[in-house]
């Protein structure tokens, strides 16, 4: 039992007494779930301030660890390898096409006149040798054939020599091809042809009147695209070239479309005189077998190489050719008759 309060000595005493009774009445007043939820507020604001500080104090990490970053990164080398690529590549030496004669620029008109180069070989006692030998390959079977290879990867016709792998050959057989003239012009094509490698390819074309492409099958149909340049191929061509007839006219340009189809890397042209489709050619060549390269200008796609054989009478049209389309021009003249003993 609690003791009766003790009765206020004065009125100032009183005074008090009577404040601390009210203060004491309010508190009991108070609700329970107030009293919770003060001290839930209170205690939300003490955790938060916790994660703030916690927060504050991840951020000031993160800005003292970013100077570092960037150091390490400054410190890293760069890698070289794109360096070094281009090294390699300054130090390839670009091939250059390297063509006979210096008026390759110019495309101009094939009837113009021309200086003619003096070189000029024989077919005298040398001819007969080389026909000799010729000869000798095939009626031996072939044997030998494949071990007769220029060396330098190129072809060699009447003293003209071409770089590349692929050759077509085209040979005049008209009429005034007749007297010698034709059978010699074929052995020195036999023979050009057995100096291939094997891994180097031909195509023969005899023109006049129309083509006539190189059939290796009896009866068969004219092949259609070059090739190897085998014991057998040869052999084959040999048969081939045995049949084959003088007939009128000389139309060249049948012969030359069926050579730019094949795609070769030279093509060697022989003639003892003037082409019947002279204007034809012209344009044919001018369209088909000139590049225009942004850097380099007009070049020819195929190098011609022509053969003036016994006779000047073409001399000015194929040293034109071969000059404007990066071959050589070569004249053969007839060999001189040897006085029998």
Known sequence: MEPAPSEPENDEDYYYEEEALERRSWVRSVPGWAVSMLFHVVLI????NVSLSALSENEISALTIAPQSDEVLETVEPLEFEQQELDVMEEIEMPSIDYADAGLASFGDLSAPTELPSQAISVGSGAESTMQEVGALFEAGGEGLSDHGVGDGGAEFFGVKAGGR??????????????????????????????????????????????????????????????????ENMLACQRWVSTVELELKTNVYESFVYALDLLPDAIYVLTDGVFSDRRQLDNLLKSENVLDDVIDGKRPKVAIHTVG???????????TISREYGGVYRFVPKPPKIPKR
């Open 309 to 319: 054989f016994y006779s000047r009478d073409g001399e000015e049209v194929l040293s």
């Open 166 to 231: 692929r050759f077509v050959f085209l040979v005049d057989s008209s009429k005034s091809m007749g007297g010698g003239k034709f059978e010699a012009a074929c052995q020195e094509l036999l023979y050009a042809i057995s100096k291939l490698e094997k891994d180097q390819y031909f195509y023969i074309i005899f023109f006049d009147h129309d083509a006539a492409r190189m059939t290796l099958t009896p009866g068969g149909p004219p092949e259609t695209r070059c090739v190897p340049a085998t014991r």
């Open 45 to 48: 604001l003490v955790l938060a």
